[in-house]
């Protein structure tokens, strides 16, 4: 079984500032993990993807994330806060990409 | 290259009613997922569908079906509609091919309102 747990339901920073968004999973395999961010009425977007390789994982917008095996967590990070980062942030396991178990979403506020 | 369509945006349904939800994948996509999102539940898997078979199924009860048709188009049925169903359906797709490079594209999704 897979699980994902998101710390912060709701995290707020200054723009500019650094943004961090934990996320712990659990599997009894080796996972595929993501982030992705949720607009306002829109669908979601893949923000980064970690497979296998190269644990530091880029992807747009400026965000990227670290894959640590041994703390069983993908937090995702920016370094400097845009006002176009407030959304909802969910990070997901699974063994595909396609069958999804997602944490329960973090809301990003950006204060100007 | 257009994205993954879903249609309607909203509906509204009364208790014990059914409805259908439609979307249409990315041209070459051949796996459809469906998903529910719910503030109380989160995102849960629904089903998959890759060449016009179920591939996976979540935990969710018989009332929930779906179906794909050969241009890969999805459809997505919830009979005897209770008020927790009130929820966005969202539709991914994706190549079906898995392997490192595969990601899901979401569509908006669906609001489902049930009174």
């Known amino acids: 079984a897979q699980s994902v747990t998101q710390l912060g339901s709701h995290v707020s920073v200054s723009e500019g500032a650094l943004v961090l968004l934990r996320c712990n999973y659990s599997?009894?395999?080796?996972?595929?993990l993501f982030w992705y961010v949720q607009y306002p009425n829109q669908g979601l977007q893949l923000l980064l993807k970690?497979?296998?390789?190269?644990?530091l994982v880029k992807g747009i917008n400026g965000f990227e994330a670290e894959f640590k095996k041994s703390e069983t967590s993908f937090h995702l990070t920016k370094p400097s806060a845009h006002m176009s980062d407030a959304a909802e942030y969910f990070c997901?396991?699974?063994?595909?990409?396609?069958?999804?178990?997602f944490g329960s979403g973090t809301q990003l506020t950006v204060l100007p | 290259k257009a994205g993954v369509t879903q249609t309607p945006r909203y509906l509204i349904k009364t208790r014990g009613q059914q409805v259908t939800l439609s979307c249409s994948p990315i041209s070459g996509h051949r796996s459809v997922s469906w998903y529910q999102q719910t503030p109380g539940q989160g995102l849960q898997f629904l089903f998959e569908y890759f060449s016009e078979t179920q591939r996976n199924k979540g935990n969710f009860p018989g009332r929930f079906s779906g179906r794909q048709f050969s241009n890969s188009r999805s459809e997505m049925n919830v009979s005897t509609l209770e008020l927790g169903d009130s929820a966005l359906y969202l539709c991914?797709?994706?190549?079906?091919?898995?392997?490192?490079?595969?990601?899901?594209?979401f569509g908006s999704g669906t609001q489902l309102s049930v009174l």
């Open positions: 970690y497979t296998t390789g190269a644990t």
């Open positions: 997901a396991v699974g063994g595909s990409a396609r069958q999804l178990t």
């Open positions: 599997s009894s395999v080796p996972p595929y």
């Open positions: 991914a797709s994706s190549t079906g091919q898995g392997g490192t490079n595969e990601k899901l594209f």
